[in-house]
């Protein structure tokens, strides 16, 4: 079985790779960095070592690389004979990947079954990447492919190894996918299929992602660079479960999950950022914060729900604040809300962008 995989990094290589490795595909990273796909070519294989006491190492091996600028018939191969599809390159990329998979996809042979799935931050991603893909190239080579959307769940930080496809992860991982649109009986072991993926997908994102977003911004805002030094700090982790709290309302008013679910579940995660064996910079944790910010990411949308039916957003408006705050050049995004914000100003910023009406901007105004 053979899969091509958009994105040979963090979470490319440390989490999807390896558990389509671990179901037996052979494994193509399609990727833009030269370096991985040299290295991918020539060693043929990585270590993955799990961050914890006694950590375990597996050797992923099986793999190739393609570098997607240059190898435009390698690639159109490799599409022809995968089994499956998936990416991990961050979802304002997924309009690029579609233009590179679309017109490989028509020559496939007809029959032969296709899974295509984003592992992408973002509800819905898939379908954002299948709507890019039908723009270019329309439905009809769609017939034998499934696109089910997915959520995918592993803190892989940024990798300072001697070797640079080696990758360490955290223990817990977590990739759920939509049954009702994948394609064959094959299903991936080591996923979770379910009916409706809303309920998982919304609360990793407003849970895992808000609270990671929220030690981010908020330790930036205390001096702090890593998220184990911001997670020593009670102000830190009394901030962060205010912030979750308040998702937590949105979570249970929305779908069948109990409060005592919920609280279990935020523990959990609390214990995965305090790991004392992973260390991730926060500079990582909130980059990209134009698309943190928007109307329906992990800040904006639990925030406007809470505001709309009267609920406490405290925690919610004061995060927005300081996230308006981070300070991390290194961000192409920071660098053009800056841009933004010092050309028309924050409330301007907040309403073209994240979509805020009149009464909630004048509250997160009142707090910056
Ligand atoms: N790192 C993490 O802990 C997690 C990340 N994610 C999500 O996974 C996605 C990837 O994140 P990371 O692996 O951390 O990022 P990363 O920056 O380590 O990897 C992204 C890879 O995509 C490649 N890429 C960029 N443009 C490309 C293009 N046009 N064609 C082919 N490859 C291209 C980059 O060269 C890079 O190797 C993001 O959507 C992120 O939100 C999801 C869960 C956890
Ligand atoms: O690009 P994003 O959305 O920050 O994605 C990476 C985030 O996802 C997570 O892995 C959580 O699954 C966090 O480690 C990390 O902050």
């Not at 958009?6 to 370096?35: Q, S």
């Amino acid at each position: 079985m053979k899969a091509v995989h958009f994105g040979a990094g963090n979470i490319g290589r440390g989490f999807i790779g390896k558990v389509l490795h671990d179901n037996g595909y052979e494994i193509t990273f399609a990727d833009v960095n030269e370096e991985i796909i040299d290295a991918l070519n020539r060693d043929g294989k990585y270590t993955v070592h799990i961050a914890e006491e006694n950590g375990g190492v597996y050797e992923i091996s099986g793999v190739a690389g393609i570098n997607t600028a240059k190898d435009a018939e390698d690639l159109a191969q490799a599409i022809a004979e995968a089994d499956i599809i998936t990416t991990a390159v961050g979802v304002n990329i997924l309009p690029i990947i579609a233009k590179t998979i679309a017109p490989h996809l028509e020559k496939r042979s007809e029959g032969k079954l296709l899974n295509i799935i984003a592992c992408e931050n973002a509800v819905l991603a898939t379908d954002t990447l299948k709507a890019a893909i039908a723009a270019e190239v329309g439905t009809h080579a769609f017939t034998n492919i499934g696109f089910p959307n997915s959520a995918v769940d592993r803190i892989v930080p940024m990798q300072k190894n001697e070797n640079i496809l080696d990758v360490k992860v955290e223990p817990f991982y977590e990739w759920v996918i939509e049954a009702d649109n994948w394609m064959g009986d094959d299903k991936l072991d080591g996923v979770n299929y379910v009916p409706d993926l809303m309920p998982y997908i919304e609360r990793k994102l407003f849970t895992v992602n808000t609270g990671h977003a929220a030690i981010a911004y908020y330790g930036k805002t205390l001096g702090y660079t890593s998220v184990s030094e911001a997670m020593q700090d009670d102000e830190v982790v009394v901030f962060l479960r205010n912030v979750l709290n308040e998702t937590t309302l949105y979570l249970t008013e929305n779908y069948d999950f109990t409060q005592a679910e919920q609280s279990q579940y935020i523990d959990k995660i609390i214990g995965r950022f305090k790991n004392p064996y992973l260390s991730d910079d926060l500079d990582r944790v909130g980059r990209g914060v134009l698309r943190k910010l928007g109307p329906n990411d992990r800040i904006i949308k639990p925030l406007v729900y809470l505001h709309e039916n009267g609920h406490d957003h405290d925690a919610l408006s004061e995060l927005v604040v300081h996230a308006l705050k981070f300070d991390n050049e290194d961000d192409p995004e920071q660098v053009e809300m800056n841009q933004i914000i010092s050309g028309k100003g924050m409330t301007h910023f907040l309403s073209e962008h994240s979509d805020l009406e009149k009464e909630l901007l004048e509250e997160i105004e009142a707090k910056i």
